[in-house]
């Protein structure tokens, strides 16, 4: 039976493939209003705004390609039985191979209706409308969990990472909850990694920190667990 590993993955492992992190100096947020783009509020406020907002992450997805560290990650299924649990709204783990992720924030590729996020449906790279229907003929909206919302699916990344052997956070700030507070559900013997040029900080943990961009902290990681 193969260890399990989970993979933390945040907005810095897609960083060295061109997409922007949030709150680096040049992230995101210092070029929209997090609030106005990102919450629900926000949407019921703007959904033009919000709308284009997507619509642009999405175009820019359709010319990026996944980098190194999503490659190692997928990579890793070889030798353990690895779920990715990402806050990144990205394909990029997916296109790298990954064949178990768990998307907390949502998806980029994705759309769904206004009502209670039914009816989602797969749009790839197109662009969509303020004004465009779902099939129950509610407003169509970004598949995408904003500032404000439940995270569906944080019980069952929970209850993945409660499992884990080897848990690996990679690019992320740690500044979100409740994706920030998945630790609490780690075992106390769990191994711990933590691959950012930054200094971050986990909650109360035992880590070891890997201080290197992404593909550089992936591959020298690689090296330790499959020897
Ligand atoms: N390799 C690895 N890590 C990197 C790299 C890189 N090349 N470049 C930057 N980083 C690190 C930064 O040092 C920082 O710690 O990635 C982290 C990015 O943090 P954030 O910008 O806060 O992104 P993230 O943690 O994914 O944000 C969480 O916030 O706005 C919301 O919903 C959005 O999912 C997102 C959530």
């Known amino acids: 039976m193969k260890k399990k590993l989970v993979v933390l993955s945040g907005a810095g492992v897609s960083a060295e493939s061109g997409i922007s992190t949030f709150r680096d100096s040049d992230g995101l947020w210092e070029n929209y209003n997090v609030m106005e783009v990102a919450s629900i509020e926000g949407w019921y406020q703007n959904p033009e705004l919000v709308i284009d907002f997507y619509n ?47 998307h907390l924030h949502g998806e980029l590729t994705k759309v769904c209706s206004d009502n209670q996020k039914k009816h989602v449906k797969d749009i790839g790279y197109e662009t ?46 740690l500044n979100v909850y409740p994706a920030a507070g998945l630790l609490y559900s780690a075992r106390q013997d769990a191994q711990i990694y933590v691959i950012d040029p930054k200094e971050v900080q986990p909650i109360a943990k035992i880590v070891h920190f890997i201080k290197e961009k992404a593909t550089v902290g992936m591959r020298k990681l690689w090296q330790g667990l499959i020897k």
Do not use: C, M
């Not at 820019?60 to 996944?66: D, G, I, R, S, T």
């Not at 229907?133 to 404000?148: K, M, N, S, T, Y």
């Open 56 to 102: 642009q992450r999405r175009i820019q997805l359709a010319n990026v390609e996944p980098n190194e560290a999503h490659k190692i990650i997928a990579q890793l299924e070889e030798y353990y039985d690895v779920t990715v649990v990402t806050q990144n709204v990205d394909n990029l783990h997916e296109r790298a191979g990954s064949t178990q992720i768990i």
């Open 128 to 173: 969509f409308q303020f004004g465009d229907l779902a099939e129950d003929g509610e407003l169509l909206r970004p598949f995408i969990v904003w500032f404000g919302e439940d995270v569906p699916l944080i019980h069952r990344a929970a209850e993945i990472v409660a499992e884990a052997e080897i848990i690996i956070i990679i690019g992320t700030s």
